[in-house]
């Protein structure tokens, strides 16, 4: 179970002036596998935040910007351990080979049009965060691209983040670049790049393809020597550039 630390609120000054610029000088740890592909107990900061410290601190100046500009950032997903990421994986797998009775390979493609697989979620750093705004009434799934653009709900909120996001440290991880590949558009879905950037150079150097080959959950048996230097590639390197 992950243990988390809750933190109280803390004053701010001018939130105007309040940046957090990627230059800053960073004496980078070492992560290790177990940490980068979500198996290990980290603390996490912030009731209903659930963020590394950094990122929650930066995340919490974020949110009372936003406030004050007339929104209220409401938190969907931020960290996700292994466990929670392989359920979401098997739930759609099963849903999408017995009940709609797709080929294991369709489930697939389909399911990493949105979700990742097990152990390669950016979810699993304590970084990453899907926002939506909490002020408009909003029916059915939230995480929608539809409803962040032109006359969608969340369309005012979205140009907000596009303006103010990385003065805070977040930037959007799947941009609506036509000749990205990958994960579809997550206009929803940020990341706070002091600390992801130098978690993925480091997760980029351990043996994903063969971490990914030994994992038992429902459908890994299908993944191929090709499908697994395609998703790595596309879905975990074909992002904003900006966190790379």
Same mark, same amino acid.
């Given at each position: 179970?992950?243990?988390?630390?809750?933190? #109280?609120?803390?004053?701010?000054?001018?939130?105007?002036?309040?940046?957090?610029?990627?230059?800053?000088?960073?004496?980078?740890?070492?992560?290790?596998?177990?940490?980068?592909?979500? #198996?290990?107990?980290?603390?996490?900061?912030?009731?209903?935040?659930?963020?590394?410290? &950094?990122?929650? %601190?930066?995340?919490?100046?974020?949110? #009372? @910007?936003?406030?004050?500009?007339?929104? %209220?950032?409401?938190?969907? +997903?931020?960290?996700? $351990?292994?466990?929670?990421?392989?359920?979401?994986? &098997?739930? #759609?797998?099963?849903?999408?080979?017995?009940?709609?009775?797709?080929?294991?390979? $369709?489930?697939? @493609?389909?399911?990493?049009?949105?979700?990742?697989?097990?152990?390669?979620?950016?979810?699993?750093?304590?970084?990453?965060? %899907?926002?939506?705004?909490?002020?408009?009434?909003?029916?059915?799934?939230?995480?929608?691209?539809?409803?962040?653009?032109?006359?969608?709900?969340?369309?005012?909120?979205?140009?907000?983040?596009?303006?103010?996001?990385?003065?805070?440290?977040?930037?959007?991880?799947?941009? %609506?670049?036509?000749?990205?590949?990958?994960?579809?558009?997550?206009?929803?879905?940020?990341?706070?790049?002091?600390?992801?950037?130098?978690?993925?150079?480091?997760?980029?150097?351990?043996?994903?393809?063969?971490?990914?080959?030994? &994992?038992?959950?429902?459908?890994?048996?299908?993944?191929?020597? +090709?499908?697994?230097?395609?998703?790595?590639?596309?879905?975990?390197?074909?992002?904003?550039?900006?966190?790379?």
């Amino acid at each position: 179970m992950q243990r988390r630390s809750f933190i #109280k609120k803390v004053g701010i000054g001018s939130l105007a002036m309040t940046t957090f610029p990627l230059t800053t000088i960073h004496n980078d740890p070492e992560y290790s596998i177990v940490e980068l592909t979500g #198996k290990a107990t980290i603390d996490l900061y912030g009731e209903g935040i659930n963020l590394r410290k &950094e990122a929650h %601190d930066a995340f919490v100046l974020m949110k #009372k @910007a936003a406030y004050s500009a007339g929104f %209220d950032i409401k938190m969907i +997903s931020s960290y996700r $351990d292994f466990y929670r990421q392989e359920a979401i994986w &098997e739930r #759609k797998y099963i849903s999408y080979t017995e009940e709609e009775g797709m080929l294991p390979i $369709d489930a697939i @493609a389909k399911i990493i049009e949105y979700s990742t697989i097990p152990g390669t979620s950016r979810h699993h750093w304590g970084t990453d965060i %899907d926002i939506i705004d909490g002020y408009p009434k909003v029916n059915g799934d939230v995480l929608v691209p539809e409803k962040f653009e032109e006359g969608g709900p969340f369309e005012p909120f979205k140009n907000w983040l596009d303006k103010n996001a990385e003065k805070f440290g977040f930037y959007l991880v799947y941009t %609506d670049d036509y000749f990205r590949k990958g994960f579809k558009y997550e206009p929803w879905h940020y990341s706070y790049a002091p600390l992801s950037k130098p978690m993925l150079t480091q997760f980029r150097k351990k043996n994903i393809f063969r971490m990914i080959q030994n &994992e038992t959950f429902e459908g890994a048996e299908h993944f191929t020597t +090709s499908f697994l230097k395609n998703y790595i590639h596309n879905n975990i390197l074909d992002i904003n550039p900006d966190l790379l």
